[in-house]
């Protein structure tokens, strides 16, 4: 989700140094925890937040010196020539709010951009890491701390700082299409991987290395009347939940990470349990984040209110069941107009992180 530092793009510093020592108690969260004794060589989370909860591991450092990606662990969680590890956010609503990025072991730091745009969705017409800090440790390493928000950067150019010092928030800014950090482990100018694993050469770099953070998970999901689009979605639109029978139609959205290749099937329920219709998607592999999107059409399809449901299942399992409740026209409660203008049919679409936007037809 980014490219190779770009040296063009050193300068602009950010005076926003009141986030403040307040925010570096729970910045030692380590990969696991901050409790215990620790080598003071080693790395700690350069992030705020749970893994798989708060935050989401992505692409990790690729290994495969071809035109594959392979990561430490042998797996397909990378791209090609990717050169650190992306920890994700949902979306940029949980941007907004200031999610901290934080040093991962003392230094000095030796380079800061800021001031660049820091919503972006797609690698096109954007290169580096936009705003971004860089810190200098013993033993000729350095960490790079990527795709920062703008205004944000806390740290001066030639500062020292402690590990879990509070450097900036996580933004989407240079070569990036998703809310996140990319932290990146340098050694004589080269990139190195600080997780141990089957595929990686180097032994761990953490104090207490995280367990390779691949399991699927349903991340959010969502009913709205706004169009179905990457750049829609990624906003985290507002969550509907009532609708009157001459609705023209709504859509339902499920964000996964870490999905495996698998069927992916959509099942509308009537009031009582009957099924009314159903869609499928066979999708591949997504090592990160990934969305689907439902047209679901209400006016002369769906005629009777009540309480309805979207049960999806991923292969036999139910992964996600969302409620919503259809009104008569014009009852009190619910919306007096349809929802979307024009009329679709019951489909289903997948999109993953742009470029190569939808993955699916």
């Not at 033993?139 to 879990?164: D, F, K």
């Not at 750049?231 to 709504?250: D, H």
């Not at 099942?267 to 592999?285: F, I, K, S, Y």
Request: hydrophobic share 40%; glycine share 12%; net charge negative.
């Amino acid at each position: 989700m980014h490219s190779r530092l770009d040296p063009t793009s050193k300068g602009t510093m950010s005076a926003a140094r009141s986030l403040g020592a307040a925010l570096t108690l729970a910045a030692l969260a380590g990969c696991r925890d901050s409790t215990g004794p620790r080598d003071e060589s080693s790395f700690t989370a350069p992030i705020v937040g749970v893994p798989m909860d708060d935050v989401f591991y992505g692409a990790y450092l690729d290994h495969d010196p071809g035109t594959g990606a392979r990561d430490h662990a042998c797996g397909l969680k990378s791209y090609n020539g990717h050169g650190g590890v992306d920890i994700l956010l949902r979306n940029f609503q949980v941007q907004d709010k200031g999610v901290p990025v934080i040093a991962a072991a003392d230094g000095t730091v030796t380079w800061v951009s800021d001031g660049l745009p820091d919503r972006n969705i797609t690698w096109e017409g954007t290169s580096g890491f936009g705003n971004a800090v860089e810190i200098t440790h013993p033993g000729g390493l350095s960490t790079i701390y990527g795709h920062l928000r703008r205004g944000s950067v806390a740290v001066s150019n030639g500062e020292s700082v402690r590990r879990g010092a509070v450097l900036g928030l996580v933004g989407s800014s240079g070569r990036s299409n998703w809310p996140h950090l990319h932290f990146e482990v340098r050694k004589g100018g080269a990139s190195i991987d600080p997780f141990a694993g089957d595929c990686s050469p180097s032994q761990s770099l953490w104090a207490d290395q995280l367990p390779y953070q691949n399991a699927f998970e349903v991340t959010d999901a969502g009913i709205t009347d706004q169009p179905g689009a990457f750049a829609v979605l990624i906003e985290r639109p507002p969550t509907l939940s009532t609708f009157p029978l001459n609705a023209t139609g709504f859509r339902f959205w499920l964000q996964v990470a870490n999905q495996p290749a698998a069927q992916t099937r959509f099942e509308l329920r009537a009031p009582g349990g009957a099924l009314r219709n159903a869609g499928q998607v066979q999708a591949g592999a997504s090592f990160s984040m990934r969305y689907f999107v439902l047209d679901v059409p209400v006016s002369g399809e769906l005629i009777e209110a009540g309480a309805w449901q979207i049960r999806t299942y991923q292969g036999d399992k139910l992964i996600h069941t969302q409620p919503f409740t259809l009104l008569p026209a014009g009852a009190a409660g619910g919306p007096a107009t349809p929802s979307l203008r024009g009329t679709f049919p019951f489909a289903v679409r997948v999109f993953d992180q742009p470029p190569g936007a939808e993955a699916h037809p």
